[in-house]
C-alpha cells in the first residue's frame, strides 16, 4: 500500500495525531508525507526516510499569522496560479519517489490541498479532519471553498468527535467517521509519579498555546484562588498568545515551560496536582476531543475542562466538566478537595490508545478500497 498525506503541519513537529496514526500503519505500506514550509524551523527540500516514511517539504498556500499575506494568498488568480507550480512540483515528488501510481491512496488534513488532490491520479482519497477548518481566525478567505471542496473529493471522511461529524454531514452528501484522538498508552501510563517541588497545588497545561487558550479565565483562576500555581508548558504559536502569555508571566503564580520532547512530558504532567483544557468555547474549539485529555488520564490525573464536545461530556463522572467560567473555577477546588481513582483515569485512556485509533483507519481505508473494487465489478 502507497499512502501520500498532505499535511498542515511538520512531521517534526509536535507528535500530533498525524504522526501517532502515520507511525502505527501496517509495516509494508510506504508514505509519503508532504508538509508545508515553516519560519525557525527545519525544512527538508529533499525526501527524508525513516523506515518506510518519507517527509519532505514542499512550500505550499497556507494560513499565517499575517492579515496582509493571507488576504493576498486568498486572491482567487493567485491562489490558481500557485496551484498551478505546485502542482507540477508536487508530481514531480510523486512520481521520482513512486507514489504516482493509480493505486495511490491520498490522505489529506490539509484543506488548501483541495485544487491539486483532485488533478492526481489515486486509488481513493481520504480526509482526516482534526479540527474545524473555518474556525480558525486565521483562515483564509478561500477556506470555505477550499473546505467543500475538499469533502466532494473524498471518499472517505473522518472526523474526531460526534459533534464535528455532524458538523461536517451539513457540507456532504457522504458518510462521516468518528475516529478520536488517543494517547500513547504505554509511554503516559508507565511514567512514575515525581513530587512537584512547588509547595502550592500545580495546575497544568500542555500543548499549543494559541489565541484558542481562554486566558481571562485563567487570570480569573489565578485571582480567585491565588494558592495555586498555573503552569503551562508548550510552544506560542501567535500574536494574541504572545501579548497574553507576557502579562501572565508578571504574575508570581503563573510559570510557562518551553516546549518539550513528547517522550518528556509524562513526567511535567506527574508534578501536576490538577491538569486543564482551558480552551474558549467557540466555533473553533466545538467539537474539540483533545490527545491532551488522554495523556493526562493515562498518567492517572484529574482534569478540568469546559464541554466542547459528547466525548468529553460522556466522561462527567470521572473528569470535571464545567458549563461556564464559574463552573469551571468551583471545579478547580472540587478537584482539590477530592481524591481522584487514577485506574479508572487510565482505564479510559487505555481504550483510547494511538494503537487502537490507528488500526480503525486502517480498517477503514482497506475498507473502502474493497467497496470501490466491488463496485466496478
Not at 222 to 232: G, L, Y
Request: charged residues 25%; hydrophobic residues 40%.
Amino acid at each position: 500500500m502507497k499512502i501520500v498525506w498532505f499535511s498542515e503541519i511538520k512531521w517534526s513537529y509536535l507528535k500530533t495525531r498525524k504522526q501517532q496514526i502515520i507511525s502505527r500503519f501496517p509495516a509494508d505500506w510506504d508514505v509519503l508525507f508532504i508538509e508545508p514550509f515553516a519560519k525557525h524551523q527545519k525544512n527538508e527540500y529533499h525526501p527524508v526516510k525513516t523506515n518506510n516514511l518519507l517527509h519532505v517539504t514542499i512550500p505550499f498556500i497556507k494560513a499565517t499569522p499575517s492579515k496582509i499575506l493571507n488576504a493576498l494568498l486568498s486572491n482567487r488568480v493567485l491562489f490558481v496560479l500557485l496551484n498551478f507550480f505546485y502542482l507540477h512540483k508536487i508530481r514531480k515528488v510523486l512520481k521520482k519517489n513512486g507514489f504516482q501510481a493509480n493505486d495511490t491512496v491520498i490522505v489529506s488534513s490539509n484543506i488548501y490541498y483541495s485544487g491539486i488532490i483532485g488533478k492526481l491520479r489515486k486509488s481513493l482519497c481520504v480526509y482526516d479532519c482534526n479540527d474545524y477548518p473555518l474556525g480558525f481566525s486565521n483562515a483564509l478567505g478561500i477556506a470555505d471553498r477550499c473546505f467543500t471542496e475538499t469533502l466532494k473529493l473524498s471518499d472517505v471522511v473522518i472526523t474526531v468527535s460526534k459533534r464535528l461529524q455532524q458538523n461536517l454531514e451539513q457540507f456532504s452528501n457522504r458518510a462521516c467517521h468518528v475516529i478520536g484522538n488517543g494517547v500513547d498508552f504505554d509511554l503516559f501510563s508507565k511514567s512514575t509519579v515525581t513530587k512537584s517541588t512547588n509547595e502550592n497545588p500545580v495546575i497544568f497545561f500542555s500543548g499549543a498555546i494559541a489565541d484558542w487558550i481562554d486566558f481571562a479565565l485563567i487570570r480569573q483562576c489565578i485571582m480567585d484562588i491565588p494558592e495555586i500555581q498555573v503552569v503551562f508548558l508548550g510552544p506560542v504559536k501567535d500574536k494574541t498568545a504572545e501579548f497574553e502569555m507576557e502579562l501572565l508571566k508578571k504574575n508570581k503564580n503563573f510559570k510557562w515551560i518551553a516546549p518539550k520532547e513528547h517522550h518528556e512530558l509524562p513526567e511535567y504532567i506527574q508534578q501536576a496536582d490538577i491538569c486543564l483544557l482551558p480552551f474558549k468555547k467557540n466555533r473553533r474549539t466545538l467539537g474539540a476531543n483533545p490527545n491532551t485529555l488522554y495523556e493526562y488520564l493515562a498518567c492517572g490525573k484529574p482534569v478540568v475542562t469546559r464541554d466542547f464536545s459528547d466525548e468529553i461530556e460522556a466522561l462527567s463522572d470521572l473528569i470535571y466538566v464545567a458549563k461556564n467560567d464559574d463552573e469551571f473555577i468551583a471545579m478547580i477546588r472540587r478537584a482539590l478537595s477530592e481524591k481522584p481513582d487514577p485506574e479508572k483515569l487510565k482505564a479510559v485512556a487505555r481504550q483510547n490508545s494511538w494503537k487502537s485509533k490507528s488500526e480503525q483507519f486502517v480498517d477503514l481505508i482497506l475498507r473502502a478500497l474493497e467497496d470501490k473494487k466491488l463496485s466496478r465489478e
